[in-house]
């Protein structure tokens, strides 16, 4: 009966360090994604495209921005190994600046933490016609 306990003790510590050895990894398509010059309002979501490179399930626990003017959107369910998934980011592009944000990815993975980010310029044409406008008026004077 000893002997039956101790061979069952062994298989189960064999298994447990068999299910150690795999782990899920994560690897991006690209970390950056660069907006370019865009219009004020104009479309803010872009995706970030990854796959599970590993041999266990990807589980994203948390993606957060480094500011609220930034929505990320982490995918529900884990990602098999080979499959692919996508970190949807929403920028609202009302604000007329540069852009310059970092998204912080947490998993499973043996990199838990990655760094993303988005970079960029929304612009507002409409108030340079208006200067421009205003400008003309006055030389014609």
Same mark, same amino acid.
């Given at each position: 009966?000893?002997?039956?306990?101790?061979?069952?003790?062994?298989?189960?510590?064999?298994?447990?360090?068999?299910?150690?050895? &795999?782990?899920?990894? $994560? *690897?991006? /398509?690209?970390? +950056?994604?660069?907006?370019?010059? %865009?219009? #004020?309002?104009?479309?803010?979501?872009?995706?970030?495209?990854?796959?599970?490179?590993?041999?266990?399930?990807?589980?994203?626990?948390?993606?957060?921005?480094?500011?609220?003017?930034?929505?990320?959107?982490?995918?529900?369910?884990?990602?098999?190994?080979? &499959?692919?998934?996508? $970190? *949807?980011? /929403?920028?609202? +592009?009302?604000?007329?600046?540069? %852009?310059? #944000?970092?998204?912080?990815?947490?998993?499973?993975?043996?990199?838990?933490?990655?760094?993303?980010?988005?970079?960029?310029?929304?612009?507002?044409?409409?108030?340079?016609?208006?200067?421009?406008?205003?400008?003309?008026?006055?030389?014609?004077?």
């Amino acid at each position: 009966m000893k002997h039956l306990f101790t061979l069952l003790f062994v298989g189960l510590i064999s298994i447990s360090l068999n299910a150690q050895d &795999k782990v899920a990894k $994560i *690897e991006f /398509k690209d970390t +950056t994604i660069d907006y370019g010059t %865009i219009e #004020k309002g104009a479309n803010g979501i872009r995706t970030f495209e990854f796959t599970n490179t590993g041999e266990a399930p990807l589980i994203i626990s948390q993606v957060k921005s480094s500011c609220g003017c930034t929505i990320p959107k982490k995918p529900k369910d884990p990602i098999m190994p080979g &499959k692919t998934g996508e $970190i *949807e980011v /929403k920028y609202d +592009t009302n604000r007329v600046n540069p %852009i310059r #944000k970092t998204i912080t990815v947490l998993s499973n993975a043996d990199t838990p933490t990655v760094a993303l980010k988005i970079k960029g310029l929304v612009i507002d044409s409409g108030k340079n016609n208006v200067l421009e406008k205003k400008d003309k008026s006055i030389v014609a004077h």
